[in-house]
C-alpha cells in the first residue's frame, strides 16, 4: 500500500482521497490545541506559507488521545488555530492514532517510520522521559506515538522519510522539508 490509497475525512466528514495530493510534499501531524506544544502550530503556519507555493500541504490531524487536550469539536479546534494562530493549512476530523481505533493513515505512517528519532538536548529528552510515562506506551504496538504534534514527512512521492517528535519544532527541519521540495 500507499499513502496515496488512503482516504481521511475533513472536518466536514467527507471522504478526502490523499490521491490528490500526488506530486506534493506532505506533512503530516497528529495536535490538540490544549497541549504544552500547542505552539508549534505557529511554526506549521510559517512552514505552509513560506512553502505551499512550492508544493507543501500541511495535514493537521487534531487527536485527543493524550490527557484529553483536545476536548473540543472539529469546528471549535479549527476556530482556535484559526483566530489564535491564523492556521490556513488543512485541518481534518479528530481521529485517534494509537490503539485498536487507530486510524489508518496513523497506522501506515507508525509502520513506514515506528520510532521517533531521539530528542536533541537534555531538557527534550527529560520531557520525551516524562510523556512516556504519562501516556503508559504500550512497546508491542509498532510504532506507537508518545504524544500530541508527532510528525511525518513525505516526499512528493508519497514515501514517508522522516519522523520527528513532539519536540521537533517544526522550524528545526526546515532544511529537510526544502531538500523534498
Known sequence: MSIYDYKVKTREDKDFALETLKGKVLLIVNTATGCGFTPQYEGLETLYKKYH?????????????FGH????SDDE???????????????FKKLEVNGDKADPLFTFLKTAIPEDP?????????????????NKATA??????????TKFLVDRTGKVVYRFGPTDKPLDFEDKIKELL
Not at 78 to 87: P, W
Not at 140 to 149: C, V
Open 77 to 91: 479546534i479549527h476556530n482556535f488555530c484559526v483566530l489564535r494562530y491564523e492556521t490556513k493549512f488543512d485541518q
Open 118 to 134: 531521539k530528542p536533541k538536548g537534555v531538557k527534550n529528552q527529560l520531557a520525551m522521559k516524562s510523556i512516556a510515562k504519562l
Open 53 to 65: 507555493a512550492k508544493g507543501l500541504e500541511v495535514l493537521d490531524f487534531p487527536c485527543d488521545q
Open 140 to 149: 508491542s504496538e509498532t510504532g506507537f506515538i508518545l504524544w500530541n504534534f
Open 69 to 72: 487536550q483536545a476536548p473540543g
